[in-house]
Structures are given as C-alpha cells and as structure tokens.
C-alpha cells in the first residue's frame, strides 16, 4: 500500500490540474498498430512496435542463471510498460492493448498482481498513464495475430513479412528504464 501511496505522491507532484476530455473511441490494435511480446529465453528479450516503429530490449545478463525468466507474466508486462514509455505522446487517449498473455490481461485490467516484480511494473505503468492522460484496458489477443511482436523479441527478423513497415534504426531504449529493470531484485 505504501508503494501505491508514493506513486501518487510523485503523480501529484508533477500534476498540472488539466485534464482534457478523452475521445469516447477506444483505440485498438487495428487503429495503432501497438504490439508488444516477450521471449522466456535469458538470451532473446522483448519488443514493441508500432505503425513501424520499433524496438528491441534484451533481458539483463544477470536474469540467465534466475528465476526472473520463468515468470512470463513479468517478462510479457516489461514490453507494456517499455512501449508506453516510449509512445505516449503518439498513443494519448483510449487504448485498447491486446495481449498474448491471458493472466497479465487480467493484471493490466485489475491492476493487482500477487508478484511484487509484477506490480512495481504495473505501478509504473499506471503513473506513466495518468500523467499522459492515458485511458488503458486490456483483452487477450491470439499469439499468432502477435507476429510482428513476436518476431522482433525473438530477432527473427527474416520471419517478417515484407508487407510489416520496419524503420531501420529502433527506437532508443531510455537510460531509466533499463536501470529500473537491471536494477529490479531477482528475489521478488
């Protein structure tokens, strides 16, 4: 509890007091081409795309010999956040994220998790939100409608298809964000 108290704090500190009025659409995976996956292998990581932005980020050297990489859960939220992080200027509104990981769909819509790794992730995610004036739910997507995702965690880059729009450079992964997640105790 007094985690989420201190996230509050912080999104109070930084509050302007404005808070536009949200279009009533929701928009969804077909509208901003979002997509986000995690690969379990220490040695791969998770992307994010989207409309042909890109990124990949590989999970810390330290996670190989942990358990932190058999806790799909955790390593499917890493890409949620990270994309937020990254777009929230492009993706200001209702969105609707669709995910392969039907338990984190629930974390996401509840914003409750047993695993405190889980939840400092979703705290975060959740702050990221409302200070972006960011409207989230979450429902479940096919893995295999999770290509594009799929693909780039996995840096199966032939695997694309040459229809799939993909900058060449990817999207530079914040300094922050990589200290939280090497930062982040393997024992949680």
Same mark, same amino acid.
């Given at each position: 509890?007094? @985690?989420g108290?201190q996230?509050w704090?912080e999104f109070l500190?930084?509050?302007n007091?404005?808070?536009p009025?949200t279009?009533?659409?929701?928009?969804?995976?077909?509208?901003?081409?979002l997509f986000?996956?995690s690969?379990?292998?220490?040695?791969?990581?998770?992307?994010c795309?989207l409309?042909g932005?890109?990124?990949?980020? =590989?999970w810390?050297?330290?996670w190989?010999?942990s358990?932190?990489?058999?806790?799909?859960?955790?390593? @499917?939220?890493?890409?949620?956040?990270?994309a937020?992080?990254l777009?929230?200027?492009?993706?200001r509104?209702?969105?609707?994220?669709h995910i392969?990981?039907?338990?984190?769909v629930?974390?996401?819509?509840?914003q409750?998790s047993k695993?405190?790794?889980v939840?400092?992730?979703?705290?975060q995610?959740?702050?990221?939100?409302?200070r972006e004036?960011?409207?989230?739910?979450a429902v479940?997507?096919?893995s295999? @409608?999770?290509?594009?995702?799929?693909?780039?965690?996995?840096? =199966?880059?032939?695997k694309?298809?040459a229809?799939v729009?993909l900058?060449?450079?990817?999207?530079?992964?914040?300094?922050?964000?990589r200290?939280m997640?090497?930062e982040?105790?393997?024992?949680?």
């Amino acid at each position: 509890m007094r @985690e989420g108290m201190q996230i509050w704090l912080e999104f109070l500190s930084d509050c302007n007091g404005s808070c536009p009025i949200t279009d009533k659409l929701w928009y969804d995976v077909e509208t901003l081409k979002l997509f986000t996956d995690s690969a379990g292998s220490a040695d791969l990581g998770c992307g994010c795309y989207l409309s042909g932005k890109w990124t990949f980020f =590989q999970w810390p050297p330290h996670w190989a010999n942990s358990k932190v990489t058999r806790n799909i859960t955790f390593l @499917e939220m890493v890409p949620v956040l990270l994309a937020i992080l990254l777009w929230c200027t492009d993706i200001r509104n209702r969105v609707l994220l669709h995910i392969d990981n039907s338990a984190l769909v629930s974390v996401i819509n509840n914003q409750i998790s047993k695993s405190k790794r889980v939840m400092h992730l979703i705290r975060q995610f959740v702050l990221v939100c409302m200070r972006e004036n960011i409207i989230f739910k979450a429902v479940h997507l096919s893995s295999k @409608e999770n290509f594009i995702a799929d693909c780039i965690s996995r840096k =199966q880059w032939n695997k694309l298809p040459a229809d799939v729009p993909l900058n060449q450079v990817p999207k530079v992964i914040p300094v922050a964000f990589r200290r939280m997640i090497s930062e982040m105790k393997l024992s949680a």
